[in-house]
């Protein structure tokens, strides 16, 4: 499953050696090299317990996050960053055509429960993810 499709870089050789099947959110679809075997949308469940949550105004219409609900793990691309260990960031404002609206839409995860974020830049938060997220966004989110 990519959270967006600037993560294709590896997916085709692992498609290749482990034949399992590319996932992408609908919305990054036509920004691949070469087709998804599977498409998603926000709020699908997905195979191993995942449910996908869309984030908009990101730096791919399609950037989408992975909640493992009964595990309490969000799972993020590019959508938050670790650069500092305990807290988040967003990328550079140039990924953005407008970053306070990217920050905004990250409000969402505010609906949903977990504890641990597992970031695709930087560090991870292995506890009280939640908090630091409320954080993040309680400085203009």
């Given at each position: 499953?990519?959270?967006?499709?600037?993560?294709?870089?590896?997916?085709?050789?692992?498609?290749?050696?482990?034949?399992?099947?590319?996932?992408?959110?609908?919305?990054?679809?036509?920004?691949?090299?070469?087709?998804?075997?599977?498409?998603?949308?926000?709020?699908?469940?997905?195979?191993?317990?995942?449910?996908?949550?869309?984030?908009h105004n990101q730096k791919t219409?399609?950037?989408?996050?992975?909640?493992?609900?009964?595990?309490?793990?969000?799972?993020?691309?590019?959508?938050l960053i670790g650069r500092v260990p305990g807290k988040?960031?967003?990328?550079?404002?140039?990924?953005?055509?407008?970053?306070?609206?990217?920050?905004?839409?990250?409000?969402?995860?505010?609906?949903?429960?977990?504890?641990?974020?597992?970031?695709?830049?930087?560090?991870?938060?292995?506890?009280?993810?939640?908090?630091?997220?409320?954080?993040?966004?309680?400085?203009?989110?």
């Open positions: 499953m990519l959270a967006n499709a600037h993560h294709d870089r590896v997916c085709w050789w692992l498609k290749d050696v482990f034949t399992v099947p590319v996932f992408i959110n609908a919305l990054d679809r036509d920004l691949l090299e070469l087709p998804a075997d599977l498409l998603f949308k926000d709020g699908d469940k997905l195979p191993r317990g995942l449910r996908a949550i869309d984030f219409p399609g950037e989408t996050g992975f909640l493992l609900g009964d595990r309490k793990i969000l799972i993020v691309g590019d959508a988040l960031n967003l990328l550079p404002p140039d990924k953005y055509k407008d970053i306070t609206l990217a920050k905004k839409s990250l409000g969402v995860l505010r609906k949903y429960e977990f504890d641990t974020l597992l970031v695709g830049d930087g560090t991870s938060i292995l506890k009280d993810a939640d908090l630091c997220v409320e954080e993040f966004l309680g400085n203009g989110g």
